[in-house]
């Protein structure tokens, strides 16, 4: 099975103040370059987001939303759409990704439409692996406006993967939450 991975960058980033999350930096790297190099030898690696023009320089594939204005739901379903296969799909602002954790995850999904990592009781499906069969329940529900990302996974079958891992599932909203990860408090 092909491993690939699509990042998650077509937020409005209005909790931080408009600021691009995935060009935040941690030690010394963007956020996103942080998560390309961790998975650099997957298949595919592509980024969703409307603002290609961003991520020109650095050699990687990038895709518009096939549908505007539908949140995440709207980017897994460009992801899956783009590279037509399965995908692990995370969020850019996740800067404590580890690849050998989700490598795990691609011995479930043969029998399933995903695989999402539970932490402290809470799905985390902007760091979880989609099967492409996934994409009829997610076009289904943008049809329908029903943009949480729930909304699908009730209707696939689902494997959920407990995950007890304080900083894999960090992910960087606020500029208070930038400025804690800054000085080390995760």
């Not at 894999?168 to 800054?182: A, D, R, S």
């Amino acid at each position: 099975m092909k491993k690939n991975i699509a990042l998650l960058a077509g937020g409005k980033n209005s909790r931080m103040g408009g600021f691009t999350k995935s060009f935040l930096k941690f030690q010394d790297k963007y956020f996103f370059q942080r998560i390309l190099e961790e998975f650099n030898d997957f298949d595919k690696t592509v980024i969703i987001s409307n603002q290609k023009n961003l991520y020109k320089e650095y050699q990687v594939e990038t895709f518009e939303d096939l549908i505007r204005d539908k949140g995440p739901l709207g980017g897994i379903y460009t992801a899956l759409s783009a590279i037509n296969d399965s995908c692990f799909i995370a969020a850019c602002d996740m800067p404590f990704l580890n690849k050998e954790k989700i490598l795990n995850f691609y011995n479930e999904l043969n029998n399933y439409d995903a695989v999402i990592p539970i932490y402290k009781d809470r799905p985390q499906p902007l760091c979880a692996l989609y099967n492409i069969s996934i994409l009829k329940y997610i076009a289904e529900s943008i049809d329908n406006n029903d943009l949480k990302i729930m909304i699908p996974i009730k209707k696939a079958k689902v494997k959920f993967v407990e995950i007890d891992d304080d900083k894999l599932f960090i992910n960087v909203n606020t500029p208070e939450e930038y400025e804690e990860l800054k000085k080390g408090i995760y």
